[in-house]
């Protein structure tokens, strides 16, 4: 069955460094997600990706995020200078194109902690 | 603000003991309504889709429901491997908002 696929499964840094995260997506999916999910939170959007941009973002997706899909298959999401507050669990989703649904295929996440 | 709310946080169940999961949702644009299932450490999985109110999905020991302001998840005799955190997820205008899900645990 297909799936998505996310690496590091955990990742730790120190404030301040980047940190890129890893996806590969179903692959004849079309849209393209990054949620986050602080421990004991809800899980929270950060950023939806269709036809190569950005579709929408939150709040929470400053200009120390960036997405980029560099090939057919990859899709990541780079923290540019990490801090104490972005530490959670980074899912990835994707979904089928066509009529709308709210059925997306999630990841089994990155979980990132910043010391 | 769009806002999907779950009760109850926690629910404790003997195998066997059948309940319900509530979810409240203020949406603007409802578009659907989605239960999720996330396991410990996992990403969410798929379960059900509702478009309207009135509508059923079941799968298995699992049945969501619509009204236009609720959605519930009636377990039906439940078994350990049916705990997990439940998250209901509303579709609408905006990306899709997630409840902070109900965790169930079913004893054996």
């Known amino acids: 069955e297909p799936e998505v696929t996310q690496t590091p499964s955990h990742q730790v840094t120190q404030m301040g460094q980047e940190v890129i995260l890893r996806c590969v997506p179903i692959s004849n999916h079309l849209y393209f997600y990054w949620y986050r999910q602080i421990l004991g939170q809800k899980v929270e959007f950060l950023v939806s990706?269709?036809?190569?941009?950005?579709?929408?973002k939150s709040e929470i997706f400053d200009d120390q995020f960036s997405v980029e899909r560099p090939d057919g298959s990859n899709f990541t999401l780079k923290i540019r200078s990490t801090k104490l507050e972005d530490s959670a669990m980074y899912f990835c989703a994707s979904k089928a194109g066509g009529t709308y649904t709210g059925e997306l295929f999630f990841g089994e996440g990155s979980r990132l902690t910043v010391l | 603000e769009d806002q999907v709310t779950q009760s109850p946080e926690a629910l404790r169940l003997q195998e066997g003991e059948s309940s319900s999961l509530n979810c409240s949702y203020t949406?603007?644009?409802?578009?659907?309504l989605f239960w999720y299932r996330q396991d410990p450490g996992k990403g969410p999985e798929f379960l059900f889709t509702l478009y309207s109110a009135g509508e059923e999905k079941e799968k298995e020991r699992l049945k969501a429901t619509l009204t236009k302001k609720e959605s519930f998840l009636h377990i039906t005799a439940p078994k350990p491997e049916d705990s997990a955190t439940y998250l209901c997820?509303?579709?609408?205008?905006?990306?899709?908002?997630f409840g902070k899900g109900t965790r169930l645990s079913v004893i054996a």
């Open positions: 990706f269709y036809n190569n941009e950005i579709s929408e």
């Open positions: 997820v509303a579709g609408g205008n905006t990306p899709l908002v």
């Open positions: 949406v603007s644009g409802l578009r659907g």
